[in-house]
């Protein structure tokens, strides 16, 4: 079975910073794109932040755009946010995303909560 596992998440205060791993198993997600998104408390999912295979090409939301970073290692199968300068307005569960290059199943992790307190 192909899953996405993310791992750092916790209570972290303003100004602060955290570094959120997901860890694929399953199958090699070398050619995916991969992805973080976030849903806050009576929110909607949203886009956080993306990363292409070749890892060259990023993208960002406008409002966590040069507070955190995406990268990936796919020789571990991982992808990284790192996230600084935190604001409580980034509360929220932060979920891994796996989309194939050319169309099928989109892989989601179960989500690793993050907490920033003011």
């Known amino acids: 079975q192909a899953q996405l596992v993310e791992s750092g998440g916790g209570l972290v205060q303003a100004g602060g910073s955290l570094r959120l791993s997901c860890a694929a198993s399953g199958r090699t997600f070398v050619s995916y794109t991969m992805g973080w998104f976030r849903q806050a408390p009576g929110k909607e999912r949203e886009f956080v932040a993306r990363?292409?295979?070749?890892?060259?090409?990023?993208s960002y939301a406008d409002s966590v755009k040069g507070r955190f970073t995406i990268s990936r290692d796919n020789a571990k199968n991982t992808v990284y946010l790192q996230m600084n300068s935190l604001k409580p307005e980034d509360t929220a569960v932060y979920y891994c995303?796996?989309?194939?290059?050319?169309?099928?199943?989109?892989?989601w992790g179960k989500g690793t909560l993050v907490t920033v307190s003011s």
């Open positions: 990363i292409r295979w070749s890892g060259g090409s990023t």
């Open positions: 995303n796996a989309d194939p290059p050319l169309g099928g199943i989109n892989y």
